[in-house]
């Protein structure tokens, strides 16, 4: 059983920068798919950034040139680097990742407000 654990997240500026983590309980090497989703309230969940396991990478249109996703297969951990904040990126983050089946974490907050 795979097991994704979510941290990093918190209450940050507009402006500012915050580094989510998710700490797989196992290898990551196997994971096709790495990926970040989020869900502001009212909304639906959205696609943030994803990387395949040969390094292609996908970013929504709203967080190109500000978020930076990794993965560090020695680590067994992704990251997802967030710069620039505004307000509406304020959501809960969900780490997934893909492997025989799709993984989610429990999320993490993030509050971008002055």
């Known amino acids: 059983q795979v097991q994704l654990v979510e941290s990093g997240g918190g209450l940050v500026q507009p402006g500012g920068s915050l580094r989510l983590s998710c700490a797989a309980s196992?290898?990551?090497?196997?994971?096709?798919?790495m990926g970040w989703y989020r869900q502001a309230p009212g909304k639906q969940r959205e696609l943030v950034a994803e990387?395949?396991?040969?390094?292609?990478?996908y970013y929504a249109d709203s967080v190109k040139g500000r978020f930076t996703i990794s993965r560090d297969n020695a680590e067994n951990t992704g990251y997802l680097q967030m710069n620039s904040l505004k307000s509406e990126d304020t959501a809960v983050y969900y780490c997934c990742a893909l492997a025989a089946t799709w993984y989610w974490g429990q999320g993490t907050q993030v509050t971008v407000s002055s």
């Open positions: 196992g290898s990551i090497f196997r994971f096709k798919v």
């Open positions: 990387i395949g396991s040969g390094g292609t990478i």
